[in-house]
Structures are given as C-alpha cells and as structure tokens.
C-alpha cells in the first residue's frame, strides 16, 4: 500500500514568509496603482521566491497494514464456577476464536482474570483493573474492540479505563437463577459473660421465587457444638440473642440451609467471632487456720482489679472459750447464709484455703457448694494438715465430688513437686517446667498423702504420689491440691517457682477458659492453608476430616509434636469456611471471608457494565439468547444491533520506505522569478519609449 503526502521544507520561519508575502502583496498592488505594463511578471517572480522559501516537496510512503485487535477478557473468577457458566463462557469463547479466524486483518488476543488476580480474592471480580493491565500490553491504536465474557457482576466499574473501541459484553447465567444470601448485619465484637447481646442477620431472596415473608430455618453452633434451630423471615432483618458461657475466643456458626435450586450454598453461612470477657471475677475464698499461704491467696487474687474478693476466714470455733462477747469479735454478722445459699451462683469460683470442720458451716451449706459445682460452679481446694485428721472436708458433704481421697497420713518433709506423665499432656502443667529456675524448682515441706479415684493427677510428689488432681463433677470441675505449701515458691524459697502461673491456669481450667481445655480441637488459617490442633489426654487421636468451602471432603492424619498435643497443616487455597471434624469434636475456621464478596450477588447482573457499553457504543447481550455475530462497523457508529455485536477497524500500519520529492527546486524558482522581472523589465522599458514617442 502506498500513500502521497504534500509536506513543506521551509527555508525561513513562516512568520518571515508570511511578511515577505505580505510586503510581496504591497509592491503588487503599487504597481497596479501606478499602471505598470508588468505586474503580472512581477506577481510571478514573487511567487517564484515566496514557493521556493517555503520548500513543497511530494513525500511518497510504502506502506504494511497492520491487523486490528479484538481483546477479549475472560472472568473466570468464583462465581462464573457456578450452574452451566463454564460451558457458556468456552462456547462465547469459541464462537469469538471462529468469528475472528474467518476475517482478514484481524487477531484475536484472549486474557483471564486470573492472570491478574487471585481469582479467590476476597473483595470481588477486578474487571477493569484486568482491562487496563490488558491494554497496557497492547498497542492502542490497533484496539478495535474488547468484548468481557463474564457474569456482570463487576466490583471495580469506577476504574473503567478510557477505552479507544467499543466495549461489549457477553453475559452468562440464566434468566430463572435465584439464590438466597445469608448475611451479617451487625455482631459486637466483644461480649461479657452471662449478659444477653444481639447478633442481627438477614436472609434475601435474589432474583426469585423466594418472596419476601417466607420463613425460613437458620442453624446456629456455637464453637463447633451441636446446632440449635432459630426461625428467620426472608427479607427482614433478623435478631439473634446470644448470651456467652465462657471468656475468649467464641465462635458462632450460623448456616442457612441450601434450598433446592438455588444458586449457591456458599453465601448461606456466616462465622462470627465474638470474644467473651467477664465483667468481674467474683471469687469465694474461705480460709481455715491462718497461715502465711492466706496472704499469698489475697496478693495474688487483689492483683487482678478485675476479681471481686469475698474472704471468709474462720477465726474463732465454738469450743474456745477466751470470755470475749460474741457480740464483741464482729461488727455484723457474717451472711452465710446469703453466701452460701441464695448467692452462690454468683460466685464463678470457691476456694477452700486449709479448711477444716468445726461445726461453723452447717452441712447444708457444703452440700449447697457440691450442687453449686454440679451446675457448673468450680472448687478449688489447698489442703492444710486437717485434710489428713477428723475435721477433714473429705468427711462432709464434698467427699463425693472430690478426685481423691485423703488416706490420713501427713507427711513432713521437703520434696520438690514434678508434672506426672499425665501432667505432661494436660495444658495447665504441660510447660512449667519452662518457668523453672535454675536448678529446679524449690522444694515444699509438707503434704498430705492422696489415693486418687478419679480425674488426673497433673503434679506428684515423691514416689509418683499424687500432690495436685483435677476432675470434672457434673457441669462443673473441682482442683485438690495436697499441700497448703505453694506459698514457699512465691517466697522465692531455695529458688521458688511458678506458682503465679500455676494458680492462674489452674483457676482458668476451673473457670473454662478455651486455651486450657484438655480435650479441644482448634483451626488457624495460615498463609497458605489450615493449622489443625488436637489437645487430647490419650496418646493417639484419631484422623481429622475438613470440609472445604465447596463441600469436598479431606481427612488429615495429625502428628504428635509434643505430650497431649497433635497437629497437621493441610493446603487450603480457596477462600470461605472450612469446618474441621475429629470424633465428637467440631470447629470452624474462615480463610479469608466465609462469604466471598463474588457471592453476595451471585445472579448475574448487566447493569453494573451497561453504562461502559453504552458510552463506547457497545452493549451487554445475554449469551442464553443466542451468540451475537461480529461485524465491523465506523468509527463514531452504533456498534451493535439484532444479533450482533461490532468492532471498529483502525487502518493501523507500518511504513517501510519514504520518497522525498521536491516540487520546487530552488534553482528553477530563482531561474523562474529572474526571467520575470527581466520580462517585466523589457516590457515596462518598451511601454515607457512608446509614451516619449507620442
């Protein structure tokens, strides 16, 4: 192909040209004024000059057309996986390779969202980014159309780029679609212990044929336990009460059950992540003889500002008689009777301190402490030497519920407490040796001998004795310790130890705390996938089965890393819910976002690109209504119609060879405007001699 250009080399800037033309313009027009015979002469020796300044030249061009470009961006991300999306995103595809290959002077060039993006990514489909990388790539002046095969629902259109051809849009998903979304309204994120809160949730109905109204059951887990049932209306917001029995981390699972037809199921469940924290610690501590562990109970109990303190300490039995009034050893009476009856619930932990019985608490009060823990209550009981006596509080109305029993023997002597083989996989003791100073752990110096029955025994003494045992009553749990000589390690005595740390795990097993449980499966989501923990009593568990986000089913076998702890990693790359199962134990973790932001509106949707068709003369066409055929159409022009949809050529090329061909050779103007003014010379001489002669 070649192609004639007329280009100007001028001698002089034009503003000096358009003077001389200009000054060439005034001599002319005197001329004329004054009569002279050759002014026309004088006129084209002027041009001449003024020509030959500006420099014409004839600029040839061998010219290769260049095919256009049709760019076709395909949405491959979550939602286009759903119902038929996939055969109808490869037949538009196919259908736009068959068009373009039958037409000259025309490529198709075929991008993916996900050469972009992670197509999982949470915060939804990146159309527009993924044009504008695409364009970037290609020249813009061959662009002649992009054309997005995807279901519409695009997160980005505010990024839509200037586009130099039309855009078109094929659109996938059927007509009928429908789905229903389960979604979180508003949930706290902190929660405290015992007071009711409120979680509000709502359930649309998208595209049809659920109407608003309609009721609809939700299932509600918490921390992975079985569900309970709560009713929801479709289209109105729904209140769920909550009300938190434990501190930490809480997890709430809320599923909407599929409905036959639907869409999708990945937008019908939510996990809500609420942290319980106790608005204060109320703590019951009686305390029989004093001795220097009293104090080291009130330290450690007053530290915390959060703990409510009620000390109850046994001064004076019955049977002293010292002649001082009664009426004289107390300003009031003390309320045990409120204590430990009608406001014993209130208590979230007890703690016998050296107690021992003589007739102060009547025997109903005790057996009000043993229902206490049967409802879920906790005791924690440091024996003193009357464990080991008569007045022992194994001989009330406790022994059924203590994990061991005192065999009567008190035994004097120093001893350093070791974690038993039990102890090494129970969390309260699993790492204290950690905390150990140098050279171990100081000793202790009395102990009463235990013959456990039931429970873990977490701590010995020597010859493997059982010095501390944990059980489980009813819904409750109970601690015996059986030394009254913890106090030596806070004292720093030959060393010390941890009894801080001791004290605290053991009154937060006591008081349930998550990350204490001896028996708990937990799920973190890492960078690349899950971590899956198993705290277990046994020395095998069992294989773990997760659910991944799209219902497929796995089963990881997990590794003893240490005493009482299994674990495994497994590769999740899909964002959403996972639900992790081994045995009875149930929890759930989220990677990401339960919901993806793609399945918030999973039905596809022309409006959200409609406005960018619209203003390139494009369109949005429904691939179930047949696929459009492809045509090419004028710059400016309406760029689809009935059945069709078009891109516009852009006659792009390359040039491979230039001619310059001067038109006005220097020397021949010059040649030129010289045999003018000589001509006009002669002719205005020969007038002038003729008028002498008249």
Not at 618 to 625: F, H, L, N, P, S
Not at 662 to 675: H, K, N
Request: charged share 20%; aromatic share 6%; hydrophobic share 45%.
């Amino acid at each position: 192909m070649n192609a004639s250009d007329l280009i100007f080399s001028p001698g002089l800037p034009w503003p000096v040209i358009a003077i001389l033309a200009a000054l060439a313009l005034v001599a002319l027009l005197v001329a004329l004024w004054r009569g002279l015979s050759g002014w026309a002469l004088r006129a084209v020796a002027a041009l001449a000059v003024l020509v030959a300044l500006a420099g014409p030249s004839l600029q040839q061009e061998e010219r290769d057309p260049l095919t256009d470009i049709l760019l076709a961006i395909v949405d491959d991300s979550a939602s286009q996986t759903l119902s038929d999306r996939p055969d109808q995103n490869a037949a538009a595809l196919a259908s736009l390779e068959a068009q373009v290959a039958s037409r000259t002077g025309l490529d198709l060039t075929i991008r993916r969202l996900s050469e972009f993006a992670d197509p999982a990514t949470p915060d939804g489909t990146h159309m527009m980014r993924a044009v504008t990388a695409a364009l970037a790539d290609l020249p813009r002046d061959r662009v002649a159309g992009v054309v997005a095969i995807t279901d519409g629902v695009v997160h980005d259109t505010e990024l839509a780029p200037n586009l130099p051809a039309p855009f078109q849009a094929l659109l996938t998903g059927r007509a009928p679609d429908w789905d229903l979304r389960l979604s979180v309204i508003d949930a706290p994120a902190f929660a405290i212990l015992g007071e009711q809160t409120e979680i509000r949730l709502r359930v649309d109905a998208l595209g049809a044929p659920r109407a608003d109204g309609d009721i609809i059951e939700l299932s509600v887990s918490r921390d992975g336990a079985m569900p309970e049932v709560a009713l929801a209306r479709v289209g109105t917001d729904i209140v769920l009460p909550l009300t938190l029995t434990h501190a930490g981390r809480n997890l709430i699972h809320i599923t909407l059950p599929a409905a036959e037809g639907e869409l999708t199921d990945r937008n019908n469940a939510a996990v809500i992540e609420v942290n319980g924290v106790r608005d204060r610690l109320r703590v019951l501590l009686v305390s029989g003889t004093p001795h220097p562990g009293t104090r080291t109970w009130r330290n450690l109990l007053k530290s915390d500002g959060a703990v409510d303190l009620v000390h109850f300490t046994i001064l004076r039995p019955p049977e002293k008689q010292d002649g001082v009034p009664v009426n004289e050893l107390s300003l009031i009476a003390f309320p045990t009777q409120e204590l430990f009856v009608d406001k014993i619930d209130e208590f979230d932990l007890i703690i016998f301190d050296r107690y021992r019985l003589r007739g102060i608490l009547p025997g109903g009060y005790l057996d009000s402490v043993r229902a206490y823990v049967e409802r879920g209550g906790a005791v924690l009981i440091a024996a003193g030497p009357a464990l080991a006596g008569a007045e022992s509080i194994a001989r009330s109305g406790l022994a059924a519920m203590l994990p061991a029993f005192p065999s009567g023997r008190l035994i004097e002597g120093a001893f350093r407490p070791a974690i038993s083989d039990a102890g090494r996989r129970h969390p309260i003791s699993r790492d204290l040796e950690d905390f150990a100073p140098e050279g171990g752990w100081g000793p202790w110096l009395r102990r009463v001998e235990l013959e456990p029955t039931s429970g873990h025994t977490i701590l010995n003494g020597p010859d493997d004795a059982a010095l501390l045992t944990l059980d489980r009553v009813g819904d409750g749990r109970v601690a015996l310790l059986g030394s009254d000589h913890a106090w030596l390690w806070a004292r720093g005595f030959e060393g010390g130890g941890p009894q801080l740390e001791l004290l605290r795990r053991l009154a937060h097993w006591l008081m349930r705390e998550p990350e204490l449980e001896e028996e708990a499966l937990s799920a973190t989501a890492t960078e690349t996938g899950l971590r899956i923990e198993r705290r277990t009593m046994e020395d095998t568990t069992p294989e773990a089965t997760v659910t991944f986000p799209d219902g497929t089913e796995t089963v990881l076998g997990l590794s003893n890393r240490t005493p009482g702890l299994f674990d495994g990693e497994i590769a999740a790359p899909e964002q959403g819910l996972y639900r992790v199962t081994q045995g009875d134990l149930a929890t759930v973790v989220v990677r990401g976002l339960a919901a993806l932001r793609e399945f918030e509106q999973p039905v596809a949707d022309a409006a959200p690109l409609t406005p960018l068709g619209r203003a390139t003369n494009g369109t949005v066409t429904r691939i179930e209504d047949g696929l459009p055929g492809l045509r090419p159409v004028r710059m400016g022009q309406l760029a689809h119609g009935r059945g069709w949809i078009g891109y516009t050529p852009r006659n792009a090329y390359v040039t491979q060879a230039i001619r310059v061909i001067p038109l006005a050779p220097a020397w021949l103007m010059l040649a030129i405007a010289a045999l003018s003014l000589i001509g006009a010379w002669l002719i205005e001489g020969r007038g002038g001699a003729r008028r002498k002669e008249g």
